[in-house]
């Protein structure tokens, strides 16, 4: 394992670990736009500079670098900083000031380290460079013009997701990021591009202009829309949920989310059933409160014994409560909350439980998918 010195600080780096990683180990923050623990390195924004001894006299990118035996590394020189105010300047040259009517203000890292590392203002007075909207489909809102060129989307949908949809145009000052037909990013992990985004090109669309992230209080949950049981946090404003995002959890979910598990909050709100239906003549409709209880009523005395409560397993104990004094009321005692079916010893679990997890499908040596959508 390699020695290394960062800031005058000596530790001892894994083998194959960057310069940047390094400087982590030893509690040093690196600004950086493009790099990410989860995709490849791309070099691109050159956010990440730092001064490293032996080596060419110029700031050096620190993602892309390896942490060799005996290296110096400065993160605080007075070159850094000026290589460092230098980036940020380029990168805000065709930044546009959105930051009041833009939903990433308040968790940008465009903003955060322009703040900690940048210049106090621009020096640039020439035309700025503009892009069209594109279009990703009904969850990704696109302003491109606020796009840095990181190239985080584009690596997760061709590493992560398998999708090869979003990729650059052009060359130069003419560079683009866009899906190539402009047409939606159809694959059920789209929505992560929206985090993984480091400025505001690409936000949620549900969720435009609906709050600031400073007005939100955040629960930790689990995700139940699938069997995947990915970590979750909920963020809520009063009483209405505004957002769902994932939370990290190496072993089940990485730190992604799938659609359906991040919008599927927006049905606690919108479209929900607001009046009393009734089927007559084999159709659903409109009625009064009065005369659905009034239906309620005369179905419950002709056979008592015939109604029943089945509660799911993430009901809390205060409905099934309700719900069985409901059903005990009406002359019946036929409740049942084990929604699995199983009648089971609970003292040997592994007998009945699906017991290899999503970490030991890497090292699994046959998997049985029964009527699975593989993709």
């Not at 359906?260 to 003549?281: A, C, E, F, I, N």
């Amino acid at each position: 394992m390699p020695k290394v010195t960062v800031d005058g600080q000596e530790i001892e780096v894994p083998a194959g670990a960057t310069v940047l990683q390094a400087c982590e180990l030893a509690g040093k923050e690196i600004p950086r736009f493009c790099y990410h623990e989860r995709l490849s390195i791309a070099g691109n924004c050159r956010m990440c500079l730092v001064e490293v001894k032996p080596g060419p006299p110029k700031p050096q990118a620190s993602c892309a670098l390896p942490a060799t035996e005996g290296q110096e590394i400065r993160t605080d020189s007075p070159m850094v900083k000026k290589a460092r105010e230098g980036v940020m300047e380029f990168l805000l040259i065709n930044h546009p000031l959105d930051c009041p009517i833009c939903d990433q203000g308040g968790e940008c890292d465009l903003q955060d380290q322009a703040v900690a590392y940048g210049r106090g203002g621009s020096r640039y007075h020439e035309n700025k460079r503009a892009v069209t909207e594109k279009y990703m489909g009904p969850l990704i809102k696109t302003i491109m013009t606020r796009c840095i060129h990181c190239t985080r989307c584009v690596r997760f949908s061709e590493e992560i997701a398998g999708v090869d949809e979003i990729g650059a145009l052009y060359r130069g000052e003419d560079m683009q990021i866009t899906t190539y037909l402009e047409q939606a990013a159809a694959h059920e992990l789209s929505a992560n591009v929206i985090d993984l985004c480091p400025v505001g090109a690409l936000t949620s669309r549900p969720y435009a202009f609906e709050a600031r992230p400073w007005e939100l209080k955040k629960t930790l949950s689990i995700d139940v829309s699938d069997a995947v049981g990915a970590n979750i946090t909920l963020h809520s404003k009063g009483r209405e949920v505004m957002r769902a995002l994932p939370r990290i959890n190496d072993d089940v979910n990485e730190e992604w989310l799938s659609d359906k598990g991040r919008y599927q909050v927006d049905g606690l709100t919108k479209r929900r059933l607001d009046r009393v239906w009734m089927r007559r003549d084999g159709r659903l409709q409109p009625a009064e409160w009065a005369e659905a209880f009034g239906m309620i009523a005369s179905a419950l005395e002709g056979n008592k014994a015939s109604i029943a409560a089945v509660a799911g397993d993430l009901l809390d104990a205060e409905t099934m409560f309700a719900a069985k004094a409901l059903v005990n009321a009406c002359g019946s005692n036929l409740t049942e909350a084990r929604q699995t079916g199983m009648t089971y010893d609970v003292s040997n679990l592994a007998a009945v439980n699906f017991n290899s997890t999503f970490a030991g499908i890497e090292t699994a040596d046959a998997i049985l998918i029964v009527g699975g959508n593989v993709r």
